[in-house]
């Protein structure tokens, strides 16, 4: 059974940059969330995706923006890249049940983005 | 505001010794609680969570964490600790039944010296 997998491992890109990263989400999982973990610190929410729509934002501006797929796979883009952006970025995965509740996230390994 | 808060930003502990990392919360309602560990240059491995139910929760690798109301804690615990658990561990928070939005605690460093 496949976990989440995320792509690329990891990225270099420099100021102004566009970047687009992707997951696909654990076998029998149909909404996807993506985290911000600067370095030395704890996860941040960005965004959940679920039945290809944002469903839940988390406090980060619209240069981030993303994507689900109708396979459940997700993409994460960054416009306009800033220093700031560098960071670990993961992906969880999870399965709402019955319209109603999501039980347990599971992380993906994550990509590393180096903005320079 | 919805926060945890890990106190102990390093601990060190020999091997063979006790373990517990605090981890303590704000928020409105009982949220549900998890523990998550992350070795380094990894994700996010899974190690327990709390919904309802038995206030002490046994985990994955001989972990467990016991959920106490009334102090908004939900400290992690280990009775005794192996090199292989230095890592990074991180307290996170979700809303009950809308697990997709955690918010985390800073984490804490473990080092386990031999």
């Known amino acids: 059974d496949a976990g989440v997998t995320q792509s690329p491992t990891h990225l270099i890109k420099t100021r102004g940059q566009q970047v687009t990263l992707r997951c696909s989400p654990k076998s029998g999982h149909d909404t996807v969330s993506w985290y911000q973990q600067a370095l030395g610190q704890g996860p941040q929410f960005i965004f959940q995706y679920y039945e290809e729509e944002e469903r839940q934002r988390g406090n980060f501006p619209d240069r981030f923006s993303g994507h689900q797929f109708p396979n459940y796979s997700s993409e994460l883009n960054v416009n306009a890249l800033l220093l700031g952006d560098s960071a670990l970025y993961l992906c969880?995965?999870?399965?709402?049940?019955?319209?109603?509740?999501?039980?347990?996230?599971?992380f993906g390994p994550g990509t590393r983005l180096l903005v320079l | 505001a919805q926060s945890v808060t890990q106190p102990d930003i390093h601990i060190t502990v020999s091997e063979g010794a006790s373990l517990e990392l605090r981890c303590n919360y704000s928020?409105?309602?009982?949220?549900?609680l998890f523990w998550y560990v992350q070795s380094p240059g990894q994700g996010l491995q899974l190690l327990l969570k709390y919904f309802s139910g038995d206030t002490l929760v046994q985990g994955i690798k001989g972990f467990e964490a016991e959920f106490k109301r009334s102090q908004s804690s939900f400290n992690l615990r280990k009775p005794s600790v192996h090199w292989s658990d230095a890592a990074e561990y991180f307290c996170a928070v979700g809303a009950p039944g809308n697990t997709g939005k955690l918010i985390f605690g800073q984490g804490t460093t473990l080092q386990v010296k031999p």
């Open positions: 969880a995965s999870s399965l709402e049940v019955a319209g109603e509740y999501q039980e347990t996230q599971y």
């Open positions: 928020y409105g309602a009982t949220p549900y």
